[in-house]
């Protein structure tokens, strides 16, 4: 009677030199899994990539619409920075520039403001000027927070040789002349009393500073924008909290001496 040995051996092929045929049900060397089907060791699904590695093919209108007005105004701006360094277009007016750019500082604002509270003997101008140096240090500290949150940084074509900087001086949103610039217009029309000339005078100073920022590369145009509208509404607050003889007698004894 045959061995089960030798009746695998028959119907196996017989010899040891036939080539043996694999059945459907086997399978052969494993083919590498395709990315979609790639599991990780312990049988689990591979995790999913970051979100930024992802491809969005379906971007938010709001995106869209951001991204666009960005790109206009870095381009707009470059446009504009005619007097950016002394060889673009108007090159030659960059000394008038930063002139212009000096008297909406902050430090002359500043002391100037301060001498003149050292000199005054009127209570009235006295109150004037108190709260004027309250709205600069005030424009001085609001514009410092925002640009350290925001920390948009200068345009490319900016050169770094402005009139006393500090640290958060290197970020561009928002420009603090222009507010600076938009405070002290409120500020002077709301408490002095001028002539028209002199009141337009004071305006034009405004948007020329305030121009003469993206002139020169230190600023975006939204930076400029953003500015102008801060420091409107900087005055606002500062008229909230105007300070007076009533509710700041410390500080008008102080000065009165």
Known sequence: MPS???SRERR?????????????????????DSPSRRREPGGAAAAPLPEEDCMKLNPSFVGIALSSLLAI????SKRLGVCA?????????RPLMKVIEVSGHGIPWLLGTFYGLCQSDSSAAREVLLNLLFALLLDLVMVAVVKGLVKRPRPTHNKMDMFVTISVDKYSFPSGHATRAALVCRFVLRHLVLAVPLRVLVVLWALIVSISRVMLGRHNMTDVLFGLVLGYALYSVV???????????????????
């Open 85 to 93: 360094g002394e060889g673009s277009a108007w090159g030659s007016a």
């Open 239 to 257: 008229e909230h909290c105007w300070l007076s003889p009533l509710n700041a007698p410390v500080l008008f004894a102080f000065w009165g001496h």
């Open 12 to 32: 196996g092929g017989g010899g040891a030199g036939r080539p043996e045929f694999l059945s459907l049900n086997q399978r052969g060397p494993a083919a590498p």
């Open 73 to 76: 105004d870095l381009w707009a």
């Open 4 to 6: 089960p040995r030798s």
